[in-house]
């Protein structure tokens, strides 16, 4: 129930001014770590969301990373989710990317803001044409009385809607960019003596400090 991490240490003078450089770079390698046939990460763009509501109380879930950019890192999901429900009465969210495998994680910390509507169709239409209709399939978070009231839901949707035919984008759903106060890049090492670099924005700049594990 303990691995001893045997990876090698990242160092500040190897870390570019901002984390969204570094960031590209860990991912570039995850997502080459997830393609290798030999490899057992999966999903590098898999992370927790966690929120809070008004009163504090925390959630956390995994949701697919869709994009990321210097604005920040953006989800996308339906606007009446618990997640959802915690944004509006709490913006403050963190993200985690447990890339285990690679000995590395890494945190985000930040304010969530809800995408425009044409982010939200143009990414929309892009997802496979099933994944469109469980978006109105699915009234996420709620309580439903059976797996079979869900399946014929979206058999209606798709006898309305047959594979070719555009499906709107609900008005319900769409996307969130969480941009980052902070992001934390988390590399293992021996004896539980980690390395933990961290960006804290200042402004419009970056300062990179190093953290006791």
């Not at 691995?3 to 160092?11: F, S």
């Not at 890192?73 to 618990?82: A, D, I, K």
């Not at 839901?153 to 969130?176: K, T």
Request: with cysteine.
């Amino acid at each position: 129930m303990r691995a001893q991490y045997r990876t090698d240490g990242i160092a500040e003078a190897d870390f570019p001014g901002d984390p969204f450089q570094q960031f590209e770079r860990w991912f570039q390698q995850a997502a080459a770590e997830a393609a290798d046939p030999a490899g057992v990460l999966a999903e590098p763009n898999a992370m927790v969301v966690s929120t809070a509501d008004a009163e504090g109380r925390p959630s956390s879930r995994t949701v697919l990373l869709k994009g990321f950019d210097e604005r920040g890192f953006v989800f996308f999901t339906n606007y009446e989710s618990r997640k959802a429900r915690d944004i509006a009465e709490n913006a403050r969210v963190s993200l985690l990317f447990p890339w285990h495998p690679m000995g590395r994680q890494v945190i985000v910390e930040g304010v969530a803001e809800r995408t425009g509507r044409e982010e939200t169709v143009h990414y929309f239409r892009s997802r496979p044409h099933g994944s469109q209709l469980g978006a109105w399939a699915s009234a996420q978070s709620s309580v439903i009385a059976t797996r079979a009231e869900l399946d014929a839901a979206y058999a209606d949707l798709a006898a309305r809607y047959p594979e070719g035919e555009q499906v709107p984008a609900p008005p319900h759903w769409g996307g969130f960019r969480v941009r980052p106060e902070t992001v934390e890049f988390w590399q293992g090492r021996t004896n539980r003596l980690h390395d933990r670099l961290r960006y804290t924005r200042a402004g419009t700049a970056w300062t990179l400090q190093r953290l006791c594990p």
